[in-house]
């Protein structure tokens, strides 16, 4: 069964103090790993695509690598305005459907 | 619009009533996406549309639960004889491609009473 799985629930950083989120995902092939911000009483907003094993991407303060099994979301001197739920999905290779599979997100909380 | 679009943002609906929500996907992608988000919980998948055919509709929870697409570009998801578990926030999502990243709306809080 294709799954998605986020580690910590949830994080509290000091501003600055850098800090990785865990994706791990067992699938039987991947179309793609997909990195999303979810504010409250907001839909989430795309942030990265990673296609295959080592690839990585970067925006500002962050960064996504992907490995066979995991990815990691690398936050660097992170800001109180980096403070958002983190969602992970994955697009398994099953015939005949293109839906993702999400994990429960990662709630990151960045104090002043 | 520049984004993904769903209408109503909120809709209180009494116990038994019938729902229509609305989402109005970015110009031009092919695929469009109905999830389904409670209280603390994870994004639920409920239907994949390529065109204006859903190939996977696996997700739907009960034949009270349906959706369609016309035009290749808006879609319906309507929720028959609502109960207060389909209390929830309903967000839609398009990408120009099946295989690619997905933007997602606003979202639709849908309030069973």
């Known amino acids: 069964e294709d799954q998605v799985t986020q580690s910590p629930e949830a994080l509290r950083l000091q501003e600055g103090e850098s800090s990785s989120l865990n994706c791990s995902y067992t699938?039987?092939?991947?179309?793609?790993l997909f990195w999303y911000r979810q504010d409250p009483g907001k839909g989430p907003e795309f942030l990265f695509t990673l296609y295959s094993a080592g690839e990585e991407k970067e925006k500002e303060r962050l960064k996504a690598t992907l490995t066979k099994k995991e990815s990691f979301l690398h936050i660097t001197a992170p800001k109180p305005e980096d403070s958002a739920t983190y969602l992970c999905?994955?697009?398994?290779?099953?015939?005949?459907?293109?839906?993702?599979?999400f994990g429960t997100g990662t709630r990151l909380k960045v104090l002043a | 619009g520049a984004g993904v679009s769903q209408s109503p943002s909120n809709k209180v609906t009494e116990k038994g009533k019938d729902v229509e929500l609305r989402c109005d996907p970015i110009?031009?992608?092919?695929?469009l996406y109905w999830y389904r988000q409670s209280l603390g919980q994870g994004l639920e998948f409920l239907i994949y549309f390529q065109g204006n055919s859903a190939p996977d509709k696996s997700g739907l929870p009960s034949d009270r639960f349906s959706a369609e697409r016309t035009g290749g570009s808006v879609s319906t998801l309507t929720i028959q004889r609502t109960q207060q578990e389909d209390s929830a926030v309903y967000l839609c999502a398009s990408s120009f491609y099946s295989q690619g990243s997905a933007f997602f709306g606003q979202g639709t809080r849908l309030t069973v009473v």
């Open positions: 699938v039987s092939g991947l179309r793609g």
């Open positions: 110009s031009g992608h092919t695929a």
């Open positions: 999905a994955v697009q398994p290779t099953t015939s005949g459907t293109y839906k993702y599979i």
